[in-house]
């Protein structure tokens, strides 16, 4: 297979925000001023990007193919996301089936002053029917015709691409290939982390609990806390489940990692008369000592570290005792 065919093969298994992440991650690679909007907490009223000064914008969106049971089903759906996307970029809203004017407050500060949208990019995980086409570009004109245009040109077009289309366009190269793969994996754990089982965690729960004995003025936040290091020592685990399944190699460095953190671990441990109060620093020392092998994986770099720590909360034969 070529690059594109690698990279659209990969890009279309993604899905929802991971979807968007890789689209607006390529662009900022390709597209000089590209810019990411945020979603949250004000909204990126109908945009998930723009360049060209704000005359291009970019919307993307990921379903969940095989979630439908026709493709009809499927092809209704896109058209659904991204005519709702058009309508708020020309400022209206459906009323009584009717098209009515409202402001859309988001805008104003995400494009540049005076800019106007005259090109929309659709980006979608699945392009593979003429169906979504016809009634996009249509829904588009009618929107155009019933809006005040402040934000989208009156003379705008939009085109509406799938990953091949997204991966020729936009260079799919092996670089993108390697952080794509890198990207699926990250997915990958965080689908298969929901639901791995942690084997024994009895000591890990007898050690929070004398935990919230120590500090019953924190109940909460220990709570809180120790749900993250469950959450966190499951990613761990289903880390370490894909790397022995497709990268033996990692593994091995990941076994490597882990004998250097229990040395961390277990001389804090020791040399501490308060063990719980080792834990963020352990954590870090985690993170320095696995960062050198798996940098690359970015946001689940601070999982693994805390799922370490986690794991050897639960697995350290060194007690925590409340202190007389």
């Not at 723009?50 to 993307?60: I, P, T, V, W």
């Not at 996009?136 to 005040?148: G, W």
Request: net charge negative; aromatic share 8%; hydrophobic share 40%.
């Amino acid at each position: 297979m070529s690059y594109i065919d690698d990279y659209a093969d990969g890009l279309s298994s993604l899905t929802a925000q991971v979807f968007e992440d890789e689209v607006c991650t390529r662009l900022e690679h390709v597209l000089i001023g590209f810019q990411r909007i945020p979603a949250k907490p004000q909204g990126d009223g109908g945009l998930d990007g723009f360049s060209h000064g704000g005359e291009h914008g970019y919307c993307c969106y990921g379903p969940i193919p095989n979630s439908f049971k026709k493709p009809k089903d499927l092809e209704a759906d896109i058209i659904g996301k991204f005519s709702n996307d058009l309508l708020r970029l020309c400022e209206l809203f459906r009323e009584n089936e009717k098209l009515v004017c409202k402001p859309n407050l988001a805008l104003p500060k995400i494009l540049p002053n005076g800019v106007k949208l005259k090109q929309i990019v659709l980006i979608a995980n699945w392009f593979e029917s003429h169906n979504v086409i016809g009634p996009l570009h249509t829904a588009f004109k009618t929107f155009k015709s019933k809006s005040k245009c402040a934000f989208v040109d009156s003379d705008a077009q939009i085109r509406i691409i799938g990953p091949k289309e997204f991966a020729q366009h936009y260079h799919a190269d092996e670089v993108a290939i390697l952080q794509l793969a890198t990207r699926l994996v990250i997915s990958k754990i965080q689908v298969a982390a929901a639901t791995v089982d942690i084997a024994d965690p009895k000591e890990f729960d007898n050690k929070m609990a004398v935990l919230q004995e120590i500090r019953p003025d924190k109940l909460s936040v220990i709570e809180m806390f120790a749900e993250q290091l469950r959450t966190s020592w499951r990613s761990n685990l289903a880390f370490e489940q894909e790397l022995d399944s497709t990268l033996p190699g990692l593994h091995q460095a990941l076994e490597d990692g882990r004998r250097r953190i229990l040395g961390k671990v277990l001389q804090r441990m020791m040399k501490s008369e308060e063990p719980w109060n080792e834990l963020v620093d352990m954590a870090a020392e985690a993170q320095a000592i696995l960062k050198s092998d798996f940098n690359q994986y970015g946001s689940l770099l601070e999982d693994l570290s805390l799922g370490e720590v986690a794991r050897l909360i639960g697995e350290c034969p060194i007690g925590w005792e409340k202190p007389n």
